[in-house]
């Protein structure tokens, strides 16, 4: 029985990048000999096992041959004779199929390394077309590499295409795109994931909620997200805040997205007129639109909204330098209001309904005293 180091740790050894976590794959042994030494058995479809000490995982060599739709359509063989190049053969890109063994020595029978120094994301084999999962993680290292100068081979780029075109896509189940398009979301250059997915025709097909013309619109309100913030979420909200609030729900319930996404998301798209009209209104309607946004109550998820809302905003003025002065005065406008609360107006004696309106005129006032950004001066 022999181990090796595969996947992402020797690729970003050897790309000078921190190595987060470490696969490994076991050659020429069988399930129960693992087991017998400690392992844990965690795959259910694969023969997956954790380290006793390490809990790191340890993949059993294997192939796998597709036999019908869908990612359970494979047949996996993992007898202790499949070797490591027929294992690593199956692997999705060729920068993610170099093992290294015991000895700090690499094996790399698919030109990973070339593929390294020339900063190309390319297919292993043409099995590449026979799991949907493969186009999402593409597009997700895309977004994490862009920057290191990687892209997207021709030929890879044209079985992404296939992928789309012959339904192989319509496989996917919502966890896995979920699941990658969240990771993608962490990545410096998220909308590369997104720009990937467009490239091949696959963004309309996972999303034909959003429009062709919308879509060039979400790309840039997600990139300035980007700079604006490292939340996955805001980044979300940023990307949707631009639809339809129908197609805001329905993108979040077709990702089963979490429902802390899902309320962001949906509260960006809502609310993104009084964001972004906020230095023109009254008082009045400043202080409901708070209320309406649940600033008082949830101030955290407020300032999430405020950055998402200014990403969306500076893609709609397609001017991301100009000074976008919504975000600090709502957020002056939240805090003076809120510093204002029943306890202040106790000598009043009032109660009930009374109080409330009370209440309001009082944070009203507060908010009137608030500079008026340049704008909105000049504006009225
Ligand atoms: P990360 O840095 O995100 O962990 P990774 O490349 O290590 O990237 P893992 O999901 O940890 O990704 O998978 C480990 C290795 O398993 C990959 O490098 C690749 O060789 C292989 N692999 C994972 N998923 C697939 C897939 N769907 N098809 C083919 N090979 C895959
Ligand atoms: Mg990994």
């Not at 022999?2 to 996947?7: A, F, H, P, R, S």
Request: proline residues 6%; neutral net charge.
């Amino acid at each position: 029985m022999k181990t090796y180091l595969v996947g992402g740790a020797v690729r970003d050894k050897l790309l000078g990048l921190p190595v987060k976590e470490h696969d490994w794959v076991v050659v020429g042994a069988t399930p129960d000999e693992l087991t017998a030494l400690g392992y844990r058995r965690v795959g259910q479809d694969f023969p997956v096992f954790l380290h006793p000490d390490t809990k790191e995982e340890y993949a059993l060599a294997r192939t796998e041959r597709k036999t019908g739709p869908g990612y359970k359509g494979f047949d996996v063989d993992f007898s202790g004779s499949i070797t490591l190049e027929e294992d690593l053969k199956r692997r999705d890109l060729t920068v993610n199929a170099i093992a290294e063994d015991e000895d700090g020595n690499l094996i790399d029978p698919f030109g990973g390394q070339a593929d390294l120094n020339k900063r190309i994301l390319r297919h292993v084999s043409d099995a590449f077309v026979e799991d949907p999962v493969r186009l999402l993680r593409l597009a997700r290292f895309l977004a994490r590499f862009a920057d290191l100068g990687f892209t997207i081979a021709p030929e890879t780029g044209s079985l992404m295409t296939t992928m789309v075109k012959n339904g192989e896509i319509d496989n996917l189940v919502p966890e896995r795109v979920w699941q990658e398009l969240q990771k993608a979301l962490n990545e410096t250059r998220a909308e590369n994931f997104f720009d990937a997915l467009q490239q091949c025709g696959a963004l309309e097909r996972l999303f034909p909620q959003i429009h062709p013309e919308q879509a060039a619109l979400a790309q840039q309100a997600l990139i300035q997200a980007c700079s604006l913030s490292k939340d996955a979420e805001i980044r979300f909200a940023a990307w949707l805040g631009c639809a339809s609030e129908n197609s805001i729900s329905a993108i979040c319930e077709q990702l089963r997205a979490p429902k802390s996404y899902q309320e962001l998301a949906l509260l960006t798209g809502k609310y993104q007129h009084f964001f972004e009209k906020s230095t023109q209104l009254p008082p009045p309607d400043i202080l409901e639109g708070l209320q309406a946004v649940d600033a008082f109550r949830r101030p955290e998820r407020f300032e999430k909204y405020l950055l998402a809302a200014e990403a969306v905003t500076r893609a709609k003025t397609g001017q991301p330098d100009w000074p976008h002065p919504q975000r600090e005065y709502l957020y002056n406008a939240s805090k003076q209001a809120m510093a204002i609360t029943a306890k202040d107006l106790t000598k009043t004696n009032l109660s009930g309904p009374a109080l409330a309106a009370e209440l309001s005129k009082h944070r009203q006032a507060a908010i009137s005293k608030i500079k008026r950004p340049y704008r909105w001066s000049k504006l009225r």
